[in-house]
């Protein structure tokens, strides 16, 4: 039986309901997050990642919604924590917070006098993208939507329809995954995940001014490039048909992980294969969320049965 967080308890995942008329259903008027916990089977326990930095992106978009959760990060890492203890099971975990308008009024758009809603679920997760032979993706005509229309910088559940019709769009066209240009003809991120380019030696990802969601597990891999690899790391725009003659090509984000990219629009990304410093960086990765690299256990929260 799973419990789900619902309005400031724990009840079991099936009384956790809401009216066909909430405010947040008819008009997307929430945010979220999704946070991973990987289960380690020689420690026997579950390792949220970078539990508190989700929670704390979390309530910056709860403030852009004008939506007020009633918890603090740490308060809501803690909530989260007794959650996973609860539904403990011996595999990997996705975390979805939600807080939304929970308002059963029609037609009243003013986000400032509507009340609000919060609850947290897990449910068991693999891989969303398959990483094992790399990802084929194309350029999706949907543009990503900019800052002035729906903030990216806020995990807004009504913006998703952006990453929606992109993915729908490649799949349908035989491709895996999407990528997306900005209104600048900019390629910005994939339908759901950021961005990185290995060039000349160099990491590329475009920076924040592009309308991108300031991804965790991005800014996870620019520590980890700084840091381990020690390569250059360059924050700068990516044009349309640079992103064809880049050397490695990778998209990464809480459920996409580390994710090579190896044809775009049919064009091999390098010879086709999982460049060098992205399986570097995959497998340190994957190492780092297990618990099997001491030097980030500060980014794990342990959770045991």
Not at 168 to 195: K, R
Not at 253 to 264: C, L, N, Q, R, Y
Not at 270 to 275: A, K, L, N, S, W
Request: hydrophobic residues 35%; contains cysteine.
């Amino acid at each position: 039986m799973k419990f789900v967080y619902f309005n400031g308890e724990f009840v079991r995942q099936d009384k956790a309901l809401i009216s066909i008329m909430t405010h947040g259903l008819q008009y997307g008027t929430g945010c979220f997050e999704g946070i991973r916990a990987y289960y380690s089977e020689k420690d026997t326990a579950l390792y949220a990642f970078r539990l508190e930095e989700h929670f704390k992106r979390f309530l910056r978009s709860c403030q852009t919604l004008f939506i007020k959760p009633g918890h603090s990060a740490g308060e809501l890492s803690q909530i989260t924590k007794s959650l996973l203890e609860k539904n403990f099971d011996k595999t990997d975990i996705y975390i979805r917070p939600v807080a939304y308008k929970s308002d059963l009024r029609v037609g009243n758009f003013n986000l400032t006098k509507l009340e609000d809603g919060l609850a947290i679920y897990t449910v068991s997760m693999g891989r969303y993208l398959d990483t094992t032979k790399g990802v084929r993706a194309t350029i999706s005509p949907w543009r990503r939507i900019s800052d002035t229309a729906i903030p990216p910088r806020a995990k807004v559940t009504g913006s998703y329809i952006n990453t929606s019709l992109a993915k729908t769009d490649a799949e349908l066209s035989g491709y895996d995954e999407a990528l997306l240009l900005d209104n600048a003809g900019h390629i910005v991120e994939g339908s759901a995940e950021n961005i990185f380019a290995v060039k000349s030696g160099a990491l590329i990802t475009p920076p924040p001014s592009d309308d991108i969601l300031e991804g965790i597990t991005r800014s996870t891999i620019i520590e980890l490039v700084q840091k381990e690899l020690k390569l250059p790391l360059i924050e700068r725009s990516i044009g349309r048909s640079e992103i064809y003659s880049v050397d490695e090509l990778f998209l990464v984000g809480t459920g996409a992980e580390v994710s090579p990219v190896i044809s775009v629009d049919k064009r091999l990304i390098g010879d086709g294969t999982i460049g060098k410093y992205t399986k570097i960086l995959k497998d340190m990765y994957f190492q780092i969320v297990h618990g099997e690299n001491k030097t980030y256990k500060h980014w794990l929260t342990k959770i045991t049965a």
